[in-house]
Nanobody, 119 residues
Framework: QVHLVESGGGLVQPGGSLRLSCAAS????????MAWYRQGPGKERELVAL???????NYAGSVKGRFTISRDNAKNTMYLQMNSLKPEDTAVYYC?????????????WGQGTQVTVSS
């Protein structure tokens, strides 16, 4: 029914770049807030970047200036451009959708894509 599918992860050297994609189906994409989360080994899942249905963005301090979140509503796809990657960015990156339905927040998750930054 609802599917969020991440792609674009891989192995990259420090200082390199990757572009992640999240293809969504089963939701009205344009009215959902969308976000990227990540979970490093032995760590809690953390918010990396968020883009609202209006296009407003928010970034974790650790990635601000290096990562850019964007969305293409015509393609039901969200992106995360990651530049100047650091070993600390190594994590599984997850796509997340969020929408308020009355007083309830409804969210869905993708299965994640691995990003490894290592020399």
């Amino acid at each position: 029914q609802v599917h969020l599918v991440e792609s674009g992860g891989g192995l990259v050297q420090p200082g390199g770049s990757l572009r992640l994609s999240c293809a969504a189906s089963g939701i009205i994409f344009r009215i959902n807030n969308m976000a990227w989360y990540r979970q490093g080994p032995g760590k809690e899942r953390e918010l990396v970047a968020l883009i609202t249905s209006d296009g407003d963005t928010n970034y974790a301090g650790s990635v601000k200036g290096r990562f850019t979140i964007s969305r293409d509503n015509a393609k039901n796809t969200m992106y995360l451009q990651m530049n100047s990657l650091k070993p600390e960015d190594t994590a599984v990156y997850y796509c997340n959708s969020q929408i308020w339905s009355g007083s309830a927040l409804i969210g869905y998750w993708g299965q994640g894509t691995q990003v490894t930054v290592s020399s």
